[in-house]
């Protein structure tokens, strides 16, 4: 059932071309401190290499996944076919946090259509890709995108955007510092 590869093959890459929804799970080190699984939706993810991936990360009421990265680098990503043959797609890697306004911002962007509310990248470099059955994954069709979240920051504007991460988005719930918070001049808790 389950195998582990050292990086994506090309079936792998092929499989992960065809989903419209990934997870991205992160954690911080302290045993206290919360996990967090966010989902991930629209035409986001780009596949660099068999170890290379990157996804345009949009603004939301939180920020776990930065924090996480700029305490302890570890990323997750999960893919689970919703349509045809079960499959559960993990892949394992270090993450980093690339902000606007940076020469790695500049170099990353054209590769991506920027969508309303992009606050950030988050690459990784994959260390070990995991597969399994997926046989209780019950079955889904697609029927759409949804707009919310690109009409919310259409509606709020850059100015108003940027405020709203400056609020929401410096520290994790844990208090630990995000990217954007360290822009911003705010110190590491750890």
């Avoid at 892949?91 to 992009?118: A, C, D, M, Q, S």
């Avoid at 991460?165 to 110190?187: P, R, V």
Wanted: with cysteine; glycine share 8%; aromatic share 10%.
């Amino acid at each position: 059932m389950g195998k582990l590869f050292t990086a994506l093959l090309p079936e792998h890459m092929e499989f992960i071309q065809k989903q419209r929804m990934f997870f991205v799970g992160t954690a911080p080190l302290h045993a206290e401190g919360h996990i967090n699984i966010s989902p991930k939706g629209y035409d986001a993810l780009r596949i660099f290499s068999p170890t290379e991936i990157a996804y345009l990360d949009l603004t939301g009421s939180g920020n776990e996944t930065s924090a996480h990265l700029e305490e302890n680098r570890r990323i997750t990503f999960m893919f689970i076919a919703l349509e045809g043959p079960p499959m559960i797609l993990r892949l394992y890697g270090k993450g980093r946090v690339i902000l606007p306004g940076t020469e790695e911002w500049n170099h990353w962007t054209p590769k991506f259509e920027l969508l309303p509310g992009t606050r950030q990248i988050i690459c990784a470099e994959l260390h070990a890709v995991k597969t399994s059955c997926g046989f209780s994954i019950p079955y889904y069709s697609y029927s759409g995108d949804r707009d919310t979240l690109k009409k919310w920051a259409e509606n709020k504007g850059d100015s108003e955007l940027t405020n709203y991460q400056h609020e929401k988005n410096i520290t994790s719930m844990d208090g630990l510092i995000t990217s954007i918070g360290l822009k911003a001049g705010k110190a590491k808790d750890f």
